[in-house]
């Protein structure tokens, strides 16, 4: 089975610029989560998508936004890049919305603004 | 917020058991204590979690202390593939995952 999937891998974008991520959960998984991941750091919570509605969100200002698909896909986007932005974009994703059996995560999207 | 601390770094021999403390002295009485653990240049991997009592699975167990203010993630035997590092989280009452610095796991051969 395929687990939770990224893509793409690596970004490299000019300040200014918007940038979108995409994430496909587990099959049968409802839930997806996104994160931040700056080096050296633990993981941020940016939002939580569950059935489609947003469900949580994080500290993070309105130039990131999201949204999950009917098949439960999700994206992230971010507009009007900042040096800052750049990390690591982790998703994750549950079976539920509370994923206190765990979540799963992909490997992630190493983003660089340059 | 509750926050969870976390030693910097261990380091452990092969073969032998590692315990990983974890102090969450702030946490509410519904919070969950979940463990991660991330690889080099992987995404987070789901350990282990807990609420009130001792959990045991396949990869490790967890001891959460009577009074909830500290936990300790136990590898029965490391191995050099445990390399990692390991995440205290809490789940707060929105049932999101709170993240501190993490304890990055030294194991030598």
């Known amino acids: 089975d395929a687990g939770v999937t990224q893509s793409p891998t690596h970004l490299i974008k000019t300040r200014g610029q918007h940038v979108t991520l995409r994430c496909s959960p587990i099959s049968g998984h409802k839930s997806v989560s996104w994160y931040q991941q700056v080096l050296g750091q633990g993981p941020q919570f940016i939002f939580q998508?569950?059935?489609?509605?947003?469900?949580g969100r994080g500290n993070f200002p309105d130039r990131f936004s999201a949204r999950q698909f009917p098949n439960y896909s999700s994206e992230l986007n971010v507009n009007a890049l900042l040096l800052g932005d750049s990390a690591l974009y982790l998703c994750a994703s549950s079976l539920a919305l509370r994923g206190l059996d765990g979540y799963t995560f992909g490997s992630g999207t190493r983003l660089t603004v340059v | 917020d509750a926050k969870t601390t976390q030693p910097n770094s261990m380091e452990s021999n092969e073969e032998e058991p590692v315990h990983l403390p974890c102090n969450h002295s702030t946490i509410s009485g519904t919070d969950y204590i979940h463990w991660y653990r991330q690889l080099p240049s992987q995404g987070p991997e789901y350990v282990i979690h807990g609420l009130t009592s001792n959990v045991n699975n396949r990869m490790a167990s967890l001891a959460i202390a009577e009074d909830r203010k500290s936990s300790t993630l136990i590898l029965h035997r490391a191995t050099l593939r445990d390399a990692a590092v390991y995440y205290c989280i809490h789940m707060d009452s929105n049932y999101q995952l709170i993240w501190g610095a993490g304890t990055k796991l030294i194991i030598k051969p």
């Open positions: 998508y569950y059935e489609k509605e947003e469900r």
